[in-house]
């Protein structure tokens, strides 16, 4: 998984503070997300315009993971063509049933807790009040431009996402707005590491164990625990830090200067994910690169 993205509390949600999560259900994506998370994913009404192969994986995904509540919009009458991408159509729909009718009595099935209804007719600017989120597929650029700014100048803005998909190929773009914090840059497990000795120089030098590379990056930002010798460092407080020496063998991470040095005892330093401001441009700047 990537990175998770603390985009939920810039975009509209709905007001459901009484509604209680179903831990049962939900458990592996509250292991996942956390509660909190989890708590506004299940406020948030969203909008999805195109419900060919891209749209509708996009709605059962998005449907079990539990969100208030899923617009499905697509008006075209589903044809011939539709039912190697959309697996909800069947032959009685072709011809006589748009894609979203098509398609709605068995996304409403797949979880009780999400209201799933459609949109008849163009899209307006009225039907976004209360959505936290839009996804276009299968749009033109120029509707796309037009409802990116749209969804971008609300107050508070709607989440856009724009994708497609083209045989082997594919393409995504993601506007919440001028900016956003990012929790988790890459979606992976902290780092850790075991400390064997931290030597005199100022600032001070971490040596970590020689037999495991410790996989740290100038600039992460760590935390040390049962540091022997040195137990100022076992502050709980996050340092910044600067990595020296080979890619194999010993590694060094920079620390502040304590006054004194221990060799041969141990302790811990971990990675700690910090909170990263991220700035968006608009879609319109992006098609004109």
């Known amino acids: 998984m990537l990175g998770l993205v603390d985009i939920l509390g810039h975009l509209c949600i709905l007001d459901r503070s009484e509604t209680a999560i179903d831990t049962n259900l939900y458990s592996r994506q509250i292991g996942t997300f956390g509660m909190e998370t989890m708590g506004k994913l299940i406020q948030m009404k969203v909008l999805i315009s195109g419900l060919r192969g891209l749209g509708v994986e996009v709605a059962k995904n998005l449907i079990l993971a539990g969100p208030a509540m899923v617009i499905l919009h697509d008006d075209s009458i589903a044809e011939q063509r539709d039912l190697g991408a959309n697996f ?19 996304l409403s099935e797949l979880n009780p807790y999400v209201s799933v209804r459609t949109h ?17 597929s299968e749009t033109s650029q120029s509707e796309l431009l037009r409802w990116n700014e749209v969804c971008r100048t609300r107050n508070p803005p709607v989440g856009f996402i724009a994708a497609d998909c083209f045989g082997l190929a594919a393409s995504v773009f993601v506007d919440f707005g001028e900016s956003f914090t990012c929790r988790d840059k890459d979606g992976e497990e902290p780092r850790s590491a075991i400390v064997s000795g931290v030597t005199l120089e100022s600032p001070g030098t971490v040596h970590t164990h020689q037999d495991r590379r410790h996989g740290f990056n100038d600039g992460d930002w760590v935390v040390f625990r049962e540091v022997q010798g040195m137990t100022q460092l076992n502050d709980g407080k996050p340092r910044q830090i600067k990595v020296t020496g080979t890619p194999s063998g010993l590694k060094w991470v920079k620390v502040p200067f304590f006054g004194f040095r221990t060799r041969g005892h141990t302790g811990l330093v971990g990675l700690v994910e910090i909170c990263t401001w991220i700035c968006r441009v608009r879609g319109s700047r992006v098609c004109a690169a």
Request: glycine residues 8%.
């Open 88 to 106: 909800y159509l069947t032959e009685q729909d072709v011809g006589s049933r748009t894609r979203a009718e098509a398609s709605l009595k068995q």
């Open 120 to 136: 008849q007719g163009p899209l307006t600017e009225e039907l976004l009040s209360g959505v936290s989120l839009v996804v276009f």
